[in-house]
């Protein structure tokens, strides 16, 4: 778990920076800051999302994802959790600003969890005592934290709490679940949470409002339809 918390920690660290960074700077600069995080977030998307090996499988996962997502109303729910965590611990005077706490976390626990190196690197973390990967995670999730904060606000700090449980959880099991993880699962893992990242990217530009949580599921079904297709088209 050592890995898991260093991960935390470099989330938390990051967005401190951010939010000192963030202080320092007028309405125009923080929307400059905002648009530079869209475009970094969508160039980090597409770069996993072209990573597929099946346009059938990223296709039918985001569309059916995001019906089951929508149904279940996962994106209400995560930014109700993130309003309830405003309450106990976020400024009064930010509710109604532009950094939205709620939003923050939202977005922030999404692009932190969603991508195969949180999978892969829980994996190494838990069977084989590797951390490398982990702890290349963790400087690449600081650096965005610090864009994300600055852009946002305090809510990316605490999107610490979804890596701890996610990530958290993803090495205590992983010697009962790595064995049925395969390269190809990963790979589309990669390409539907890169899928993920992009709407994130766009809500970030202001370019169309996307409840990005509501596609989640899409990650689930990707594995689901990679086992479905090996199983009756193998090789």
């Known amino acids: 778990m050592i890995a898991v918390l260093v991960n935390c920690a470099s989330v938390i660290a990051g967005s401190l920076v951010g939010l000192i960074f963030c202080k320092k700077i007028n309405d125009s600069l923080s929307d400059i800051v905002c648009c530079g995080a869209g475009v970094v977030t969508m160039v980090i998307g597409f770069q ?126 992983s010697t009962w679940i790595a064995p049925y993880v395969t390269e190809e699962m990963l790979t589309e893992l990669s390409a539907v949470g890169g899928a993920a990242i992009v709407m994130i990217g766009m809500n970030l530009l202001k370019l169309r409002t996307i409840k990005t949580a509501n596609y989640l599921p899409a990650i689930v079904l990707a594995v689901v339809f990679v086992i479905i297709k090996n199983a009756f088209i193998p090789g």
């Open 48 to 173: 996993m999302a072209f990573q597929y090996k099946s346009i059938v499988i990223l296709a039918l996962s985001v569309i059916m994802g995001g019906i089951i997502g929508s149904w279940l109303d996962i994106d209400g729910k995560i930014l109700a959790l993130g309003k309830f965590l405003e309450t106990k611990f976020g400024k009064k005077e930010e509710q109604n600003s532009k950094q939205n706490f709620a939003y923050a976390f939202l977005n922030s626990s999404v692009l932190f969890c969603v991508g195969a190196m949180a999978v892969l690197g829980s994996f190494n973390a838990g069977i084989n005592k590797d951390y490398t990967l982990i702890f290349t995670k963790s400087i690449l999730d600081g650096f965005m934290a610090i864009v994300f904060a600055a852009a946002m606000g305090i809510g990316t700090a605490f999107s610490a709490i979804t890596v701890f449980v996610y990530q958290g959880l993803l090495t205590l099991c």
